[in-house]
């Protein structure tokens, strides 16, 4: 009904949306965690499933009701494990952080080692670190990358799982550019006898379309987001290929952690699924990394020095120490010019977390809008002209900003963003 209408209803929200709308749509989004959900997965996310309580499991609820809530969330279920070739996905995680806790909550005790990524090197905090519930309430060990390669030294791995005996080890992370071994990370699981969780949350996309190796088959337990690369709503995946790990992960979900699921954003990651099952995705997926890889190069031929040397995924850290300019201020003239992107910690940082030396890039987001290895270079280049004019000088940098900002919503233009009206 029209007098329902958000804009009727609620025309400052209605507007602030229009405007976040428009900002996305002239906006070269190069935020490693983001995406564009496509409008099925829209209007997946907006339906009446919001309205329904569902506490429990397809035919064991503790509400009435659930004739089409199970078939949905089966169906969810059934396309997650169709995609990834897992035998138990559990789909009811609220997001990324939870689904992590509910690893913690299954296999370990208050008080138990846990073994991860330190957040400076690429790890994320819910893996062990100190200011986490997960830091707080278990003890955490870490380990890093190597100073002169910027890679995981997997023989450090080995020496401190040996030392430490962990009950669980992490692997994954939030800002890790080369690929994952999991076959090497499953064999010191094993040899110290540790759950090996892999956190996909930022390569599930790429796994999914064949553009990273997957983790089935050496990790125990697989944690994932739906959003990122996989392009679907807000929410959270984990999965397992044995009865043992997936009891005890859906009793740590619900009722450990969780009341009723959000059935809206079910049926999303359900869309999701769907789509990530066809042919067009796992072109989508390569491009991702092809796009990835074309705009470290355009970055590297600039002077611009990037951790480990490249990427071999979608995501890109940047260290700016030799341009003279922090993290924070390149972020948001980036920003500014249309660029948008994080600051980011870089390994063996000697600045402050919240005004870092290093930015974190990825083009998940650009390949959705279709844009292809010729856009990546004229990224690279908006991308330095923005960072050296800055270093130089304010008032120049003030004048490049404006003018890159122009040029970056004519490339926009013709580029339209999946799901944007």
């Known amino acids: 009904m029209a007098e329902n209408s958000l804009h009727v209803v609620d025309p400052e929200i209605a507007e602030l949306i229009k405007a976040e709308e428009r900002r996305q749509a002239d906006t070269v989004k190069l935020i490693a965690s983001e995406n564009y959900v496509s409008k099925a997965v829209l209007a997946a996310t907006g339906t009446v499933l919001t309205n329904k309580y569902s506490e429990g499991y397809p035919g064991k609820r503790y509400y009435e ?52 990524m330190g957040l400076p090197f690429g790890g994320h905090l819910t893996h062990g670190w100190s200011v ?63 759950v090996l ?44 290929t044995s009865d043992e790990h997936a009891t005890a992960i859906n009793k740590a979900v619900f009722p450990g952690l969780q009341g009723g699921p959000h059935n809206h954003t079910t049926a999303a990651i359900a ?9 067009e995705f796992r072109d989508y997926a390569r491009q991702v990394v092809l796009n990835a890889k074309a705009l470290a190069e355009e970055l590297i031929s600039r002077g611009f020095d990037l951790v480990s040397g490249g990427t071999d995924n979608h995501l890109i850290l940047m260290d700016l120490t030799p341009k003279g300019i922090g993290g924070k201020p390149a972020a948001q003239a980036l920003d500014k010019a249309g660029l948008e992107t994080n600051y980011n910690s870089v390994p063996f940082d000697t600045r402050k977390p919240f005004d870092p030396s290093g930015i974190r890039i990825g083009t998940a987001g650009v390949t959705s809008r279709g844009m292809g290895v010729a856009e990546m270079r004229q990224i690279g280049a908006w991308m330095d002209q923005v960072v050296s004019a800055l270093a130089k000088d304010e008032d120049e940098a003030k004048h490049v900003i404006t003018r890159v900002h122009g040029e970056v919503r004519e490339l926009t233009s013709h580029f339209p963003a999946p799901g944007l009206s």
């Open 132 to 194: 986490s519930a997960t830091g707080k309430w278990f003890n955490p060990v870490r380990y890093g990358v190597r100073k002169d390669t910027g890679r995981i030294d997997l023989d450090e791995v080995r020496e401190i799982a040996l030392r430490e005996r962990p009950k669980l080890i992490f692997c994954g992370g939030t800002a890790i550019p080369r690929t994952i071994d999991f076959p090497a990370f499953a064999e010191i699981a094993k040899e110290v006898g540790a």
């Open 271 to 279: 869309v999701a699924l769907h789509e990530a099952a066809t042919e």
């Open 197 to 240: 969780a892999a956190d996909i949350a930022h390569i599930a996309g790429l796994v999914a379309g064949g553009a990273h190796p997957s983790p089935v088959g050496h990790a125990d337990v697989i944690s994932t987001t739906t959003h990122k690369t996989l392009r679907g709503p807000r929410g959270a995946m984990l999965m397992a």
């Open 65 to 116: 009701g659930q004739q089409v809530i199970d078939q949905i969330e089966a169906l969810a279920i059934e396309r997650a494990k169709a995609v990834f070739g897992v035998n138990h996905a559990n789909v009811q995680p609220y997001s990324g952080s939870p689904a992590n806790l509910a690893i913690y909550l299954a296999f370990l005790q208050p008080g138990d080692t846990v073994m991860g």
